[in-house]
Nanobody, 129 residues
Framework: QLQLVESGGGLVQPGGSLRLSCAAS????????IGWFRQAPEREREGVSCISTSDGSTYYEDSVKGRFTISRDNAENTVYLQMNSLKPEDTAVYYC??????????????????????WGQGTQVTVSS
């Protein structure tokens, strides 16, 4: 079974950093688009960043450009999200998801609105002083 497990969240002060991990099992991260998404209280789930595991191409939501970096480690079968210069508005539960058919931009924008979705338990990121 295809499964992604998120980890690495926690409590951090504004301006701080966290690195989230998305570990894959049941499949190898090859020719997939992997996306990080987040859902804050009273807000809909939104795409944060996506990566193509085949060529390394990336996409970032405007509010995180220059602060977040998505990467993959094929040897570890894991996708990471390095989050720097964190702001209180980054507070949310962060999830990752995978698609073998959607392109990079479509994944980040449209995946939360698909009728068929697969999410893990997520990892909580709290940015507060």
């Amino acid at each position: 079974q295809l499964q992604l497990v998120e980890s690495g969240g926690g409590l951090v002060q504004p301006g701080g950093s966290l690195r989230l991990s998305c570990a894959a099992s049941g499949f190898t991260l090859d020719d997939y688009v992997i996306g990080w998404f987040r859902q804050a209280p009273e807000r809909e789930r939104e795409g944060v960043s996506c990566i193509s595991t085949s060529d390394g191409s990336t996409y970032y939501e405007d509010s995180v450009k220059g602060r977040f970096t998505i990467s993959r480690d094929n040897a570890e079968n894991t996708v990471y999200l390095q989050m720097n210069s964190l702001k209180p508005e980054d507070t949310a539960v962060y999830y990752c998801a995978a698609s073998s058919q959607m392109n990079l931009q479509a994944m980040c924008i449209m995946y939360p609105f698909l009728t068929s979705q697969s999410w893990g338990q997520g990892t909580q990121v709290t940015v507060s002083s």
